[in-house]
Structures are given as structure tokens and as C-alpha cells.
């Protein structure tokens, strides 16, 4: 059974940092690309980042680009999301995202964990 | 970037009739592996989405047969056949085509 756990998230002042991780479990974590995208207060689905099986390609959306980093560890089977100089607009429930095995599709999300940038 | 445009953005729809979604791209969805990564997502309130449909019309796993998908090159869409109280919530289409990947607006089904 699959199972994506998010943690990491709460409130942070703008210009801060919060590093989000996602547990992985049942499936082969190894082999799969994860994902992290986010949801903005009662708006829509907005992805993020993208890092591929191994890491060696890594994707983000321009809104984050320069200011987030995804990584993963395949030894604990975890993915991280490192967001630096956080602003307001970052606000949302992020969702870590796993890849189907057929590739590029979003298969399995996460439960979500809560970021608010707020002084 | 691509843009996905889901029609309508809400559907009152009465239990046991049909409901249809349309998603246009602003650009072909063909990879350049041949496939379309166009796919449908389900979100009820207060749940993380759940993926219905992948690579235009193939259920994923557990899926009810009451959902399909049909499409080609920019324009999709997802039928439900008869729309059941659980089917409530807001579908979107998304595409893993080319990065960055993007989301349709969402369409809110709601039962009369």
C-alpha cells in the first residue's frame, strides 16, 4: 500500500526557509520520479518541482525556480523539498506526488502539509 | 507553458445523469515518445487529489467503469455515465507532457 507522508510545514515569517520531507512506502521508491505541487487557498492545483529516479534531473516551476530545491534520499526512502526565501504568495498545502510507473503521470499524492508565510 | 481550459467550471448534475468535462490544451499533448500524458484528477473537499484517468482514457486501478476519457492532440474530455452522491468534488485535467507540467482550472461537480 502505498503510503506518502509530508512533514516540515508550518508557519514561517517572509524571506524564511522550511525544508518540507515525504516518508515513501510501499512501492519501489528507487525507481520512480516524485513530484511536490501545491494548492493555494481555495484555488486550484499548482506543480512545483519534479526530481527523476536517481536525481540527476531536476525540474521547477518558474514561480519557484532559484528559491526551492527538491532532493531525495533513496537510502530512507524520502524526498525534500528545501524552499528559501519564502513570501506570501508561497502560502498553500504542498503535496508530495508520486510518479506512475508508466511515467509522467501523478499516480499517488500525498495527505498535504500546511505552509503559511505570514509576519 | 502549456494551458489546460476546462469547461464547464461547475456542473449541478443530478444523481444517476450523465456529466461531461472538457479540457483544451494550448498546445499538442503528444510527447515525443508518441504517447499523450494528458490525465484526470479527482479532489473531493478537504482530500488530496486521486488520479481517475491517465494518457487520455485508461483507468487507473480501482477506478469505477462510469468514468471515461476520450480525446486526441489538444482537446479532451471525461465523461461520468451516471454520477453517483460520491462523484461530488472538482476534477481536473493535467498534462505530463512538457515541463512545466500544468493544471486545468478544476471543475466543481455538484449534485442538484
Known amino acids: 500500500q502505498v503510503q506518502l507522508v509530508e512533514s516540515g510545514g508550518g508557519v514561517v515569517q517572509p524571506g524564511g526557509s522550511l525544508r518540507l520531507s515525504c516518508a515513501a512506502s510501499?512501492?519501489?521508491?528507487?525507481?520512480?520520479?516524485m513530484h511536490w505541487a501545491r494548492q493555494r487557498p481555495g484555488t486550484g492545483l499548482e506543480w512545483v518541482a519534479y526530481?527523476?529516479?536517481?536525481?540527476?534531473?531536476?525540474e521547477y516551476a518558474v514561480s519557484v525556480g532559484g528559491r526551492f530545491t527538491i532532493s531525495r534520499d533513496d537510502a530512507t526512502n524520502t524526498v525534500f523539498l528545501q524552499m528559501n526565501s519564502l513570501t506570501i504568495d508561497d502560502t498553500a498545502v504542498y503535496y508530495c506526488?508520486?510518479?506512475?510507473?508508466?511515467?509522467?503521470?501523478?499516480?499517488?499524492w500525498g495527505q498535504g502539509n500546511q505552509v503559511t508565510v505570514s509576519s | 507553458d502549456i494551458v489546460l481550459t476546462q469547461s464547464p467550471l461547475s456542473s449541478p448534475v443530478t444523481l444517476g445523469q450523465p456529466a461531461s468535462i472538457s479540457c483544451r490544451s494550448s498546445?499538442?499533448?503528444?510527447?515525443?515518445?508518441?504517447?499523450?500524458?494528458l490525465s484526470w484528477l479527482h479532489q473531493r473537499p478537504g482530500q488530496p487529489p486521486r488520479l481517475l484517468i491517465y494518457?487520455?482514457?485508461n483507468r487507473f486501478s480501482g477506478v469505477p467503469d462510469r468514468f471515461s476519457g476520450s480525446g486526441a492532440g489538444t482537446d479532451f474530455t471525461l465523461k461520468i455515465s451516471g454520477v453517483e452522491a460520491e462523484d461530488v468534488g472538482t476534477y481536473y485535467c493535467?498534462?505530463?507532457?512538457?515541463?512545466?507540467?500544468?493544471f486545468g482550472q478544476g471543475t466543481k461537480v455538484e449534485i442538484k
Open positions: 510501499g512501492f519501489g521508491f528507487s525507481g520512480h520520479g
Open positions: 494518457q487520455i482514457s
Open positions: 506526488v508520486k510518479e506512475f510507473s508508466s511515467g509522467w503521470t501523478l499516480d499517488f
Open positions: 493535467t498534462q505530463g507532457t512538457r515541463f512545466p507540467w500544468t
Open positions: 498546445h499538442s499533448l503528444v510527447h515525443s515518445d508518441g504517447n499523450t500524458y
Open positions: 526530481i527523476s529516479w536517481g536525481g540527476h534531473n531536476r
